[in-house]
């Protein structure tokens, strides 16, 4: 009985992958405005009552794959963050931002598509300010940590700054999103990063 509760597990898992892989492909051919359920079921190679068990509809399958991607950024967010002084944070904090900005790069043409979606699709709209709180927590969870070790300033609330922080990162993702940035990757990373160090952390 085991067995084949494993062996129906393991198609099931198949089949949502297969459907995951199709919708990717249809999406980046067709946008998001364009492409349909039908092409990616049809795609994906599965029957239509099989495809809605997985999902609820393309907007449901980006959403997904919208987790997918980010979830890669939130890694760098997640990257250990422990300084002993100000010099520290700012190191640390420079690398995340350019492994962020970098990232924004590498998966342009996903990031193109999820603002496509983000601007037509109140779910994926939704689902985007969901992502978007996520990294907010995780950067105000730094700076308290650096607030409660004496290294960044005690008189600024840390989550808004962990969310000016966020805005900052994103408005340069989506610029280099669409090619409009005018420097590198590594002089917007380091600029911002200075900035925002220099205003957190006081020299000593």
Excluded: C
């Excluded at 946008?31 to 049809?42: E, H, L, R």
């Excluded at 393309?58 to 997904?64: I, T």
């Excluded at 380091?190 to 160090?197: P, Q, V």
Aim: aromatic share 10%; proline share 1%.
């Amino acid at each position: 009985m085991e067995k084949i509760k494993d062996r129906r597990h393991l198609r099931s898992a198949v089949t949502r992958q297969k459907l995951l892989e199709a919708a990717k492909e249809v999406f980046l051919e067709e946008g998001f405005q364009k492409a349909t359920i039908s092409q990616i079921i049809k795609k994906a190679d599965v029957g239509y009552g099989t495809a809605y068990v997985h999902f609820e509809g393309k907007e449901d399958l980006l959403s997904v794959l919208m987790e997918h991607v980010m979830e890669q950024f939130y890694e760098i967010a997640e990257i250990s963050f422990f300084p002993k002084s100000k010099a520290e944070a700012e190191e640390i904090i420079q690398k995340q931002t350019s492994a962020f900005l970098k990232m924004a790069e590498a998966e342009r043409k996903m990031l193109q598509l999820f603002e496509q979606a983000i601007g037509v699709s109140a779910l994926i709209s939704e689902k985007w300010k969901m992502i978007r709180e996520k990294f907010i927590q995780r950067i105000s969870m730094d700076i308290a940590y650096s607030q409660q070790n004496g290294l960044a300033r005690t008189d600024v609330n840390h989550e808004l700054v962990a969310r000016g922080w966020f805005f900052t990162n994103e408005m340069y993702l989506w610029e280099i999103v669409r090619n409009e940035h005018r420097s590198s990757v590594e002089e917007i990373a380091e600029t911002i990063t200075t900035l925002y160090t220099t205003g957190l952390y006081p020299d000593r």
